[in-house]
């Protein structure tokens, strides 16, 4: 069974960064699409961008686009979520997802999830 752990979590201020990862155990790490999505208080999760199995292309929602960047190393089965210039209505618990979708950007192409990470940003 596939396992997701993230880290990486915590508390900026408006403008700085942080970056998250999601190590990926279980099966070959390859073999999956690996997706970021984020959930706000009272909402359903939201698609922030996807990155392909070879890790050479990419797809964000316009909102971070120029700000968050997702990049994985397949030889340490992990995936990441750079965020530069964090906006608090960037605060939100983020999730990382593995499917077996190309480039999939909705929640139902995603069959495993990791546990979620708290980014909170303050003005």
């Known amino acids: 069974q596939v396992q997701l752990a993230e880290s990486g979590g915590g508390s900026v201020q408006a403008g700085g960064s942080l970056r998250l990862s999601c190590v990926l155990s279980g099966r070959t790490f390859t073999d999956y699409t690996m997706g970021w999505f984020r959930q706000f208080p009272g909402t359903d999760r939201q698609f922030v961008g996807v990155i392909n199995r070879s890790g050479d292309k990419t797809r964000l929602v316009d909102s971070v686009k120029g700000r968050f960047t997702i990049s994985r190393d397949n030889a340490k089965n992990t995936a990441y979520l750079q965020m530069e210039g964090l906006k608090p209505e960037d605060t939100a618990v983020y999730y990382c997802?593995?499917?077996?979708?190309?480039?999939?950007?909705?929640?139902?192409?995603?069959?495993?999830w990791g546990q979620g990470t708290q980014v909170t940003v303050s003005t």
């Open positions: 997802a593995a499917s077996v979708v190309y480039l999939a950007n909705q929640n139902w192409h995603y069959d495993f």
